[in-house]
Structures are given as structure tokens and as C-alpha cells.
């Protein structure tokens, strides 16, 4: 089995930084693929960006230049850099994991328990 856990949501004020961490562990073999989504109370939730099979990256428009998607293999830890947040930026994030669990290419997916980030001075 495979969890995942969410961290370094919290308060900024507009134009400051966060940065949000995805650990995963269990049964992983490779993480075939990383998206980060936000969602609002009563909206639907949205893709904030996302790394495809074979590798890029892509980000949605309103985050373009200001997000960057980063990850470190040895720690099966993604991460989501936010700059220049603004107020609009407040929501949950969560992340939604691919993972590849043994040789022959079964896949488990999953999402995080999301965190706040809430952008207000």
C-alpha cells in the first residue's frame, strides 16, 4: 500500500512564497506521475499542474511563471514551489500521485490529504 502526506500549507502575505511538500510512502517502485490540484469551498477542484510520462511539465495559465513542480526521487518527496502568491491563490492544494508498485508495471493512485494555503495580509 502507498500513502501520501501533505505539508507546508499555512498563511502568507500576497506576493510571499510557500512551498508545499507530497511524501510518498510503501510499496514504490517509480512515481510515474505528479499532478497538483486546488480546489475552493463549492467549487470544482482544479489542475493547478501536472508532469506528464515523458516528463514536462505543464502549468495552468493563472499559475504560469509564478509555480514551479519539483521533486526529489531519494525521498519520493514532490514539491510545489509558489511565488508572487496573490489573494486568489487561497484554497486547498492536493497533490495526485501515480506510483508504480512492482516490476511489472502495476499502478496504485492516489491523492493527498490537501493543506491550506490561505494568501491575505
Known amino acids: 500500500q502507498v500513502q501520501l502526506v501533505q505539508s507546508g500549507g499555512g498563511l502568507v502575505q500576497p506576493g510571499g512564497s510557500l512551498r508545499l511538500s507530497c511524501a510518498a510512502s510503501?510499496?514504490?517502485?517509480?512515481?510515474?506521475?505528479v499532478d497538483w490540484y486546488r480546489q475552493a469551498p463549492g467549487e470544482e477542484r482544479e489542475l493547478v499542474a501536472a508532469?506528464?510520462?515523458?516528463?514536462?511539465?505543464n502549468y495552468a495559465a493563472f499559475v504560469k511563471g509564478r509555480f514551479t513542480m519539483s521533486r526529489d526521487n531519494a525521498k519520493n518527496t514532490m514539491y510545489l514551489q509558489m511565488t508572487s502568491l496573490k489573494p486568489e491563490d487561497t484554497d486547498v492544494y492536493y497533490c495526485?500521485?501515480?506510483?508504480?508498485?512492482?516490476?511489472?508495471?502495476?499502478?496504485?493512485?492516489?491523492w493527498g490529504q490537501g493543506t491550506q494555503v490561505t494568501v491575505s495580509s
Open positions: 510503501g510499496s514504490i517502485f517509480s512515481i510515474k506521475t
Open positions: 495526485n500521485v501515480e506510483v508504480i508498485i512492482d516490476d511489472y508495471g502495476s499502478t496504485w493512485n492516489g
Open positions: 508532469v506528464t510520462t515523458d516528463g514536462r511539465k
